[in-house]
């Protein structure tokens, strides 16, 4: 299993970037797909999650301005961002669990300038 995400950049306080992450290998419909990020000095955390049901989970510190979503038959999973604040600076890594094995992408750079 490979992950490819894109979609990072640099964005202004307060805007928006969405965050696309690509499955491929042999995976389909994986259990959970997620989305974590590190900022420098600090250690790796969870963003948001989707099980394949659909539920979801996020972080404290971005609920109500980050949705997750995720397309089953193409294997993708997103991260819309909004209302973006410099303490989101950080790169983004998707995360994928299926049937136990737990399978990272390279990550990708969001900065967020004041």
């Known amino acids: 299993v490979q992950l490819q995400a894109s979609g990072g950049g640099l964005v202004q306080l307060g805007g928006s970037l969405r965050l696309s992450c690509a499955a491929s290998?042999?995976?389909?419909?994986?259990?959970?797909m997620a989305w974590y990020r590190q900022a420098p000095g600090k250690q790796r955390e969870l963003v948001a999650l989707?099980?394949?049901?659909?539920?979801?989970s996020y972080s404290d510190s971005v609920k109500g301005r980050f949705t997750i979503s995720r397309d089953n038959p193409r294997n993708m999973v997103y991260l819309q961002m909004s209302s973006l604040k410099p303490e989101d600076t950080a790169v983004y890594y998707c995360n994928v669990v299926h049937l136990g094995v737990s399978t990272w992408g390279q990550g990708t750079q969001v900065t967020v300038s004041s």
């Open positions: 290998g042999s995976i389909s419909s994986p259990n959970v």
């Open positions: 989707m099980i394949r049901d659909g539920g979801t």
